[in-house]
C-alpha cells in the first residue's frame, strides 16, 4: 500500500526517478555521485519511487524516518504482507532479515541490551594499541610496495585488511580465515542491493551458504574449546538465555557473530579509501592536516558527510503519518538517501565542498534504535591510519583516481592506486 492524495513539495511523476537511478549505478555516478543527489532533492524531499514507497532526500525528513519510533525496519512481518515474495523468500534475504539491522523491537531491543556498548570508551582504549600496531605493519607494507613497484593498491594493502583484522583479533578468529570472510562478504551484499537481479541473488544465496558453514563451524569449535575472548562470552550468555534450547542460542549467536564481523568491514574499508582519497588529492589539504593533527577528527566526519559508505537505507510505515507534508500510509516504504541528506544546503552550507573545519551534520551512521554499533570503532580504525600516514608518507597521491563496484545500496571502493 502507498499513500494517496494530493502531494506538495514533490514531482507526482514516479518514472522521474529511473533515470537518476540508472546515473547512480553507472561509472559515472559512482565516481561522483553529488549530481544525483542534487537532482534528486530538486524533485522534493519526499519522492515517489516507480514501484510505490517514496525516496527521503532532505535532511531533516531524513532524521526523521531514521529517528522516529513509527518507523520500522522491514522485518519479516512487513515482508509476510509484501506482495514481492519471490524476493522476500530468497535465503540470503532471510539470512539478513534475521540480523539487527532488520529486527525491530523486542527482538531488536533484547540483543541490544544484551550486547551492551560493545566499543564504549574502555574497549576502545583497550583496542587501540592492537590496532596502531597493526596499521604500522599495513603501512610498512604498504612502504614496501611503494619502493619496489613504485605504486601500490591502497584497498587491498590497506584499507581492506584494518577492519577484518580489529574484529577478527576482537573475536578470535584465525587469521589464516581473514580472505575468506573478506571474499564471502564483498559477495552476499549483492542480496542487500535495492533492486537486485536474479544473478544477484545467485550470487549472495552461494556466499550465504559459504557464510552460514563458515560461522556455524566457528561457534561449535568455540563452544568446544572457549577462551578469553568475546566469542566466548557471548556463547555463555545465550546459552544461559536458552539453556533447554540450544538450536535458539546457535542462531542467535550466529545472527549476531555474523552480521557484526560482515557489518564491520566493506563500511570501514570505504571510508578509509575515501578519506584518503580525499586528503590526499589536495596536497595542501593533507599538508595542512599535517600541520594541524588536531583536525583528523574533523577530517573523519567531513569524509562521512561527503561520501558515506551506505547510500541508502530502507523505513517502513509503522501506521498512517505525515513526512515533510506527504501522506505517508501504514507499511510503505520510504529509502532514506544519505548522500542527499548530508548534502542538503539547508543543514551543510556549501554542501559540494570539502572541509575539514566544518564541522557540519551528517546522518551517515544512521539513528535511533538503530545507530550504528560500530560507530566508534570506525573512527579509532581512521583516526590511527590517518595520524601515522600522513606523517609517514608526506608526498604520498593518488596515481589514479579510486574505482567503485557497481551497486547502488553499499558503496565500495575496489582500488584506489597511489604513489609518492
Not at 10 to 35: K, M, Y
Not at 113 to 131: E, H
Request: positive net charge; glycine residues 6%; contains cysteine.
Amino acid at each position: 500500500m502507498t499513500a494517496v492524495g494530493v502531494i506538495r513539495g514533490t514531482t507526482t511523476d514516479r518514472r522521474a526517478v529511473i533515470p537518476l537511478l540508472r546515473r547512480l549505478r553507472s561509472a559515472e555516478g559512482q565516481a561522483d555521485p553529488l549530481p544525483v543527489w542534487e537532482e534528486f532533492r530538486a524533485l522534493g524531499d519526499v519522492v515517489p519511487a516507480p514501484w510505490g514507497g517514496y525516496f527521503v532526500t532532505g535532511f531533516d525528513a531524513c532524521s526523521q524516518v531514521l529517528r522516529g519510533r513509527n518507523w520500522l525496519a522491514p522485518d519479516f512481518a512487513w515482508q509476510e504482507r509484501h506482495p514481492d515474495t519471490a524476493r522476500w523468500q530468497d535465503p540470503s534475504t532471510r539470512e539478513m532479515t534475521r540480523t539487527l539491522s532488520r529486527l525491530n523491537a523486542p527482538a531488536h531491543t533484547a540483543q541490544r541490551r544484551a550486547l551492551g556498548n560493545l566499543f564504549d570508551r574502555g574497549t576502545l582504549q583497550a583496542l587501540r594499541p592492537r590496532i596502531t600496531a597493526h596499521v604500522t605493519r599495513l603501512l610498512d607494507r604498504l612502504d614496501a610496495r611503494l619502493r619496489a613497484h613504485g605504486e601500490a593498491d591502497f584497498v587491498t594493502t590497506v584499507s581492506d585488511r584494518l577492519p577484518i583484522h580489529t574484529i577478527g583479533r576482537w573475536l578470535g578468529i584465525p587469521a589464516g580465515h581473514y580472505p575468506r570472510i573478506l571474499d564471502f562478504t564483498h559477495r552476499q551484499v549483492h542480496a542487500q542491493e535495492l533492486l537486485p537481479t536474479k544473478s544477484d541473488l545467485a550470487v549472495s544465496a552461494q556466499a550465504t551458504r559459504e557464510m552460514r558453514a563458515y560461522f556455524t563451524a566457528l561457534l561449535a569449535h568455540r563452544r568446544a574449546h572457549p577462551g578469553d575472548d568475546v566469542l566466548t562470552g557471548w556463547i555463555r550468555y545465550w546459552d544461559a538465555q536458552y539453556p533447554a534450547d540450544r538450536a535458539t542460542a546457535d542462531q542467535t549467536l550466529y545472527d549476531l557473530t555474523m552480521f557484526i564481523t560482515i557489518a564491520s568491514l566493506e563500511t570501514t574499508a570505504t571510508l578509509l579509501s575515501n578519506a584518503v582519497w580525499f586528503l590526499t588529492q589536495d596536497p595542501a589539504r593533507a599538508d595542512r592536516l599535517r600541520r594541524h593533527p588536531e583536525h583528523v577528527d574533523g577530517a573523519i566526519e567531513e569524509s562521512l558527510r561527503y561520501d558515506p559508505p551506505i547510500h541508502l537505507n530502507s523505513r517502513v510505515a509503522a501506521a498512517d503519518t505525515v513526512l515533510a507534508g506527504v501522506p505517508v500510509a501504514r507499511d510503505t516504504t520510504v529509502h532514506v538517501l544519505y548522500g542527499a541528506a548530508n548534502h542538503d544546503p539547508r543543514r551543510n552550507e556549501n554542501p559540494h565542498v570539502f572541509d575539514i573545519l566544518r564541522k557540519g551534520a551528517h546522518l551517515t551512521f544512521g539513528g535511533g534504535a538503530h545507530y550504528c554499533l560500530g560507530s566508534g570503532l570506525a573512527r579509532l580504525e581512521a583516526r590511527v591510519l590517518l595520524t601515522q600516514l600522513l606523517e609517514r608518507f608526506p608526498t604520498l597521491r593518488p596515481a589514479a583516481g579510486p574505482t567503485y563496484a557497481n551497486r547502488m545500496v553499499f558503496r565500495r571502493v575496489t582500488s584506489l592506486k597511489v604513489t609518492t
